[in-house]
């Protein structure tokens, strides 16, 4: 019995795998409705890079259609925008690039801002402003005060304050 548990994983070995998702070095840059852990194991063949993630975790399907040939550096830039489409970020470390969730990233600089209302009401600018806001980006309406809590990023927070003016 054991012989055929031997013969069947050797006959899985010899199979070759078929995917969807397949690139040649001189064809250009392409998957179609690819499994994002393909795109990946693709990436860290053309750039050299170790990528570490958890296989339950990091799911989906991509497409990237690049024309042509494209470099290592451009092939990360590529799947760094895929990923975060996906809400993945990629975290560099000295054993290699990590994939993770965006939202267990801590982001080193974080801002509070407090903005008083004077000719709108808050509920309906925390409204709008949602609607533009990035993802890490929080607003809450103060109704006591008629004023704009705006918490995240410094850039997202001023971009979102200089709406308001």
């Given at each position: 019995?054991?012989?055929?548990?031997?013969?069947?994983?050797?006959?899985?070995?010899?199979?070759?795998?078929?995917?969807?998702?397949?690139?040649?070095?001189?064809?250009?840059?392409?998957?179609?409705?690819?499994?994002?852990?393909?795109?990946?194991?693709?990436?860290?063949?053309?750039?050299?890079?170790?990528?570490?993630?958890?296989?339950?975790?990091?799911?989906?399907?991509?497409?990237?259609?690049?024309?042509?040939?494209?470099?290592?550096?451009?092939?990360?830039?590529?799947?760094?925008?895929?990923?975060?489409?996906?809400?993945?970020?990629?975290?560099?470390?000295?054993?290699?690039?990590?994939?993770?969730?965006?939202?267990?990233?801590?982001?080193?600089?974080?801002?509070?801002?407090?903005?008083?209302?004077t000719y709108a009401r808050a509920a309906d600018v925390a409204s709008a402003?949602?609607?533009?806001?990035?993802?890490?980006?929080?607003?809450?309406?103060?109704?006591?005060?008629?004023?704009?809590?705006?918490?995240?990023?410094?850039?997202?927070?001023?971009?979102?304050?200089?709406?308001?003016?």
């Amino acid at each position: 019995m054991r012989w055929v548990r031997h013969f069947f994983l050797l006959c899985l070995l010899l199979v070759p795998a078929t995917s969807t998702a397949v690139v040649d070095a001189p064809g250009p840059f392409t998957f179609e409705n690819a499994d994002i852990q393909t795109v990946v194991k693709q990436v860290a063949t053309l750039t050299g890079i170790a990528f570490l993630f958890d296989p339950d975790q990091v799911k989906g399907r991509i497409t990237l259609l690049g024309p042509t040939n494209v470099s290592s550096a451009k092939a990360l830039e590529l799947l760094r925008s895929a990923l975060a489409l996906h809400g993945y970020t990629l975290l560099p470390r000295t054993e290699g690039m990590w994939i993770v969730p965006a939202e267990r990233v801590i982001n080193e600089a974080f801002t509070i801002k407090v903005v008083p209302l004077t000719y709108a009401r808050a509920a309906d600018v925390a409204s709008a402003l949602s609607w533009v806001a990035p993802p890490s980006v929080r607003i809450v309406p103060y109704y006591p005060t008629n004023s704009v809590i705006i918490s995240g990023q410094p850039a997202a927070v001023e971009g979102l304050i200089d709406l308001i003016r």
